[in-house]
């Protein structure tokens, strides 16, 4: 009998943020992302700075888990726009994360290069962007993705039965209590339609103990021992057989600062877990061919790991998000057919959910959050930058096709 345990997935992404792009640069410069400010939109600063307090430390932490602990093992997701980044700012920290993977105990993901909601608006563009993904993971770590997560974890039962006919092995989802309704997040399902793929749920409590809760004093649990959270997930247990931990990379050290104890936590929990002998650490991949599935899950509405909600309303819940994302994927036949690479370029970097989530105009708990991932004084702010790159990227069009003499 397989031993339960826990599934450890961590999120890595960094978005190219659009700079202060005013109606005066449209037609003039093409550079949306390239911010030399002392602002949050300066990519580069960002980016260092989430290196030093997470991606360098955790990825040091984790290294020194592997080398003591011969069973411990986690699957990582890592966009294409954070390999970018990675490469033209911080290369030792892509290095870093390649030497994890070298272990053969580190799984990588699959998922959309840019990001993307494009799996919403445009299912070619969705498979051009998962190919491009798998590409540049397997030449840069030099494996092939044999799980699949979308964008936010947007999940319906339609991605499903899209993985399924890919091969994927298994698919990850948020364990949303609507939609399990009597099930546990902790099982193995078969996704609704499909034939051979499974479904891991994100057991979202647990998962956000560490994600959100851990450094709150006001929260009634904290400080958090690592005993406590191992007897939680013992009791989660006992109506399943793995407990799904997912959350973004970024918890460790930028969400979760290291003067609240959260890399110390980390080890000590991690390295208790793997010594036990009736408990065990498993990728996605594993855990989907180790378990057997519970039963079926249908989900045809989609779901998310976003806000109170759990749907798209992160990304699509006014006006704004919803007219930019409109105007944006109705450029996609010129923008392909144009075979320009830098137009492609910067159409797919406009696709990064982020910049949606940045105009969202949500209010209490939910607005606290985007507003703390916004580098924007306001969502009407990243709204205007965004409009004005796409009417930039409209007349590059239309100078695109008047100088190709008809090339469209």
């Not at 004005?388 to 590059?396: G, H, S």
């Amino acid at each position: 009998m397989s031993q339960k345990g826990t599934v450890l997935y961590l999120h890595v992404h960094q978005p190219w943020r659009i700079r202060d792009y005013s109606i005066f640069d449209a037609a003039q410069h093409h550079d949306y992302f390239d911010d030399m400010s002392e602002t949050e939109r300066n990519n580069r600063a960002v980016f260092l700075k989430v290196a030093d307090k997470s991606y360098r430390p955790m990825n040091n932490l984790l290294q020194k888990l592997l080398a003591e602990q011969p069973d411990f093992r986690f699957s990582l997701s890592i966009t294409g726009t954070f390999i970018e980044q990675a490469k033209r700012f911080a290369p030792d920290v892509l290095d870093s994360f390649k030497a994890l993977v070298d272990t053969g105990r580190v799984e990588i993901v699959g998922e959309t290069y840019h990001h993307s909601l494009a799996f919403f608006y445009s299912r070619e563009e969705f498979e051009r962007q998962v190919s491009l993904h798998a590409e540049l993971i397997k030449s840069v770590f030099g494996v092939e993705p044999t799980a699949f997560r979308n964008t936010e974890l947007a999940y319906n039962d339609e991605l499903a039965k899209w993985a399924d006919s890919r091969g994927y092995k298994a698919i990850l989802s948020e364990g949303w209590d609507p939609v399990l309704e009597w099930r546990s997040p902790n099982h193995v399902y078969q996704p609704a339609g499909t034939s051979s793929i499974a479904l891991l749920t994100k057991n979202y409590r647990l998962s956000d103990d560490l994600a959100f809760r851990f450094g709150n004093k006001a929260w009634e649990q904290w400080p958090l021992s690592v005993g406590t959270y191992e007897r939680w997930l013992d009791a989660s247990l006992e109506h399943g057989n793995v407990v799904n931990l997912f959350m973004d990379y970024e918890t460790f050290g930028e969400h979760q600062w290291e003067d609240t104890g959260i890399f110390g936590f980390f080890h000590d929990f991690v390295s208790r877990w793997a010594q036990r002998a009736d408990r065990a650490f498993y990728t996605v991949t594993e855990a989907a061919s180790t378990f057997e599935k519970a039963g079926e899950l249908s989900m045809p509405h989609t779901v998310t790991w976003a806000d109170s909600e759990r749907d798209l309303t992160a990304w699509l819940g006014n006006s704004m998000q919803q007219e930019s994302l409109k105007y944006l994927y109705a450029l996609e036949h010129d923008i392909i057919r144009s075979k320009d690479q830098r137009l492609m370029a910067d159409w797919r970097q406009l696709q990064t959910s982020d910049h949606v989530y940045y105009m969202c105009t949500k209010w209490f708990r939910d607005g606290d959050v985007h507003a703390y991932f916004s580098p924007y004084d306001s969502p009407y702010d990243a709204f205007l930058y965004f409009m004005n790159a796409l009417r930039d990227m409209r007349y590059r069009l239309m100078h695109y096709h008047s100088s190709s003499n008809g090339g469209f």
